[in-house]
């Protein structure tokens, strides 16, 4: 069997606009779980050479044909297409119709932060409404920072699970109940929720369906493709589909611009540091967000 060699430090062409798309100098991309499982090999798509990375903000250097609304030097934020990375790059090619402009008021790197994870489950797949009881879980996360906010602002009361270690950063966020998921099984002090939302996986996720109402609904994030089974016939499970839109990037935009999101605690790497990043997100143990400042 030939041996294949593992090329390190390859320089890939810069990208070009195709006739839709903008090309953007990356200020800021975030690192997502997706982005170790990509590298893992858990994602049978993934070609090489691979570029890995979803999320990111940066300013548009070249506009392709076709795109009348940004122009050179805006300042922007978004997500890569479904099924295309590439943020951990100086540059990346994106189609133009689903990014949006990066709010004044907000680092690249903040902007980076917020684009994927605040695309949440809460509003769309929920329908999360004021007065209602939610369980999220996994209350320190990247989404899940931004969901406990978007449920508290729309008025719903908020228990999450967590770690000691980030209980004061979730009440920060406006967590009404705390539960120290170390000390405490969840399935025994939390009952009559309206919704889940589950952002860990696992057996946490099987476990949510005992916690909701009649009636209740869960929306799984990390579950694979497919929302797990529920084992009670009188509730519903989701599976959010996610999908990339500049009109979800405005949402998220007026949120942050209204304040009533703050962007999560960031823990900021060099481009060059994207291993020891990798290393942290795929512990699965820290808060906030992980992102890479590319310039
Ligand atoms: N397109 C999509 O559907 C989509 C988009 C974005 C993310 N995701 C998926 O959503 C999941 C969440 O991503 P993320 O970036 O927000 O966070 P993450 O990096 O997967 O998880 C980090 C957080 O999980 C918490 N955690 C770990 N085990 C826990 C447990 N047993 N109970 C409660 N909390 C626990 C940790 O808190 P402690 O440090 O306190 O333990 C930490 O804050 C990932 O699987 C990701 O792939 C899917």
Redesign the pocket.
């Known amino acids: 069997m030939p041996v294949k060699r593992l090329q390190r430090g390859i320089d890939l062409p810069d990208p070009v606009a195709a006739p839709g798309e903008v090309v953007i100098d990356v200020v800021a991309a975030s690192v997502?779980?997706?982005d170790w499982?990509a590298r893992a090999g858990q994602y049978a798509q993934s070609k090489f050479p691979l570029v890995l990375g979803r999320d990111f903000s940066g300013v548009v250097s070249t506009v392709g044909s076709g795109v009348e609304d940004l122009k050179k030097s805006d300042s922007v934020f978004g997500v890569c297409e479904a099924g295309q990375e590439g943020a951990y790059a100086e540059k990346v090619a994106v189609k133009a119709a689903i990014i949006a402009k990066k709010p004044h008021g907000l680092s690249h790197v903040n902007a980076a932060a917020v684009a994927?994870?605040g695309?949440t489950a809460i509003e769309e797949t929920l329908k999360l409404r004021a007065g209602e009881t939610i369980l999220i879980?996994?209350?320190?996360?990247?989404?899940?920072?931004f969901a406990v906010q978007l449920a508290k602002h729309i008025g719903a009361r908020v228990i999450t699970?967590?770690?000691?270690?980030?209980r004061d950063y979730v009440r920060d966020l406006g967590a009404d109940e705390i539960i120290d998921?170390n000390a405490q099984d969840f399935t025994k002090v939390v009952t009559g929720c309206d919704a889940v939302f589950d952002?860990?996986?696992?057996d946490?996720a099987q476990k949510s369906f005992a916690v909701l109402k009649p009636g209740g609904r869960a929306a799984f994030?990390?579950s694979g493709a497919q929302a797990p089974k529920p084992n009670r016939n009188d509730v519903i499970s989701l599976?959010?589909a996610?999908g990339r839109s500049r009109q979800s990037l405005e949402r998220i935009a007026e949120l942050l611009e209204a304040r009533a999101i703050r962007p999560p605690e960031v823990k900021l790497y060099r481009l060059s540091e994207a291993a020891d990043a990798h290393r942290l997100?795929e512990s699965?143990?820290?808060?906030?967000?992980l992102v890479l400042q590319v310039r």
Not at 161 to 166: E, Y
Not at 284 to 289: A, E, N, V
């Open positions: 997502n779980a997706a499982k994927l994870t695309l879980q996994g209350g320190a996360g990247g989404v899940a920072s699970t967590t770690s000691a270690a980030n998921y952002t860990v996986g696992g946490v994030i990390a599976r959010p996610v997100s699965r143990h820290f808060r906030g967000k």
